[in-house]
């Protein structure tokens, strides 16, 4: 017999909505997490892209399209910075490439958009690098972590040499020679805006990658760090951690969430701090 109006009225027990309260939540799961990841993708596809295409744009502008005088030194200047930013945009771009989070659960895409990021940036190889970052993630600030410098007391300079040297060796520098003798010979590109709107945003994006992504971050301090991390957080607004390093201050977060892409670890710390764990 089909049930009346009101026995299809009458609520479910309690253990038994319970029950298939969390049952829906858990079916539901992996669905959530699946559009999650999608959301993701389009997000740090998007962002890559206009990071990318704003960098290439703007190379190419000032090394074939700005002649180079004292009248238009000083309105180069600022797009010089703007460049430097994009640099360190590339470099994070392909970090994130490292931990797989530009594109989850897409190995492949990930590394090949991190080899285009890292060769633009200085013709690193990605795969080297890969495997120094996640030196790195399991050995930070101990003398087995490549970015490190483990004598006292951690001086900037000898740290950043030290960093640069490690990372920039000789085949960068045969790239980036043969690129520049390419440009002068092939394409007349003056020397004078190879090493100003080229080389001088590679110098100083690298300069500040590692200020506020390696040495502020893990620079021991009087106050110990809080875990095996190593790492701290700068309590910079969002918008000037946007403008330093892509957000890459907030560094004790991309340790404890290496899965975050740089454009979701604001929100990490916000979670972080109302969970009443942020550092």
């Not at 997000?43 to 990071?51: C, E, H, K, Q």
């Not at 238009?72 to 600022?78: N, V």
């Not at 301090?221 to 309590?235: C, I, K, L, M, Y």
Request: aromatic content about 14%; proline content about 8%.
């Amino acid at each position: 017999m089909a049930p009346t109006m009101h026995e299809r009225a009458l609520p479910m027990p309690a253990a038994t909505a319970k029950a298939t309260e969390e049952a829906t939540e858990k079916a539901t799961e992996p669905q959530a997490a699946q559009r999650d990841d999608a959301r993701q993708s389009r997000v740090g596809l998007t962002l890559a892209a206009i990071i990318i295409t704003a960098w290439f744009v703007l190379h190419v502008g000032l090394m074939f399209f700005w002649p180079l005088t004292w009248t238009s030194l000083a309105p180069a200047l600022p797009l010089v910075l703007l460049q430097t930013w994009l640099y360190v945009g590339l470099f994070i771009i392909a970090h994130d490439c490292m931990h797989g989070s530009l594109v989850p659960f897409k190995p492949r895409v990930n590394r090949r958009i991190g080899q285009l990021c890292l060769f633009l940036y200085a013709g690193f190889s990605f795969d080297a690098l890969n495997v120094e970052h996640h030196k790195h993630h399991r050995h930070p600030g101990t003398a087995d972590d490549p970015d490190f410098d483990e004598v006292p007391p951690h001086g900037f300079w000898r740290w950043f040499m030290g960093f640069f040297l490690h990372y920039f060796g000789w085949p960068q520098v045969a790239i980036i020679a043969a690129v520049s003798l390419v440009y002068q010979l092939v394409f007349a590109v003056p020397l004078g805006n190879i090493l100003l709107f080229w080389a001088l945003p590679g110098l100083l994006s690298a300069l500040q990658l590692f200020t506020f992504g390696t040495y502020l971050p893990h620079k021991p301090g009087a106050q110990p760090f809080v875990d095996r991390h190593n790492a701290r957080t700068s309590e910079f607004p969002v918008w000037l951690s946007l403008l330093t390093c892509f957000h890459f201050g907030f560094h004790h977060e991309h340790h404890l969430h290496p899965d975050a892409p740089w454009w979701r670890l604001p929100e990490v710390k916000r979670r972080a701090v109302a969970a009443g764990s942020g550092r």
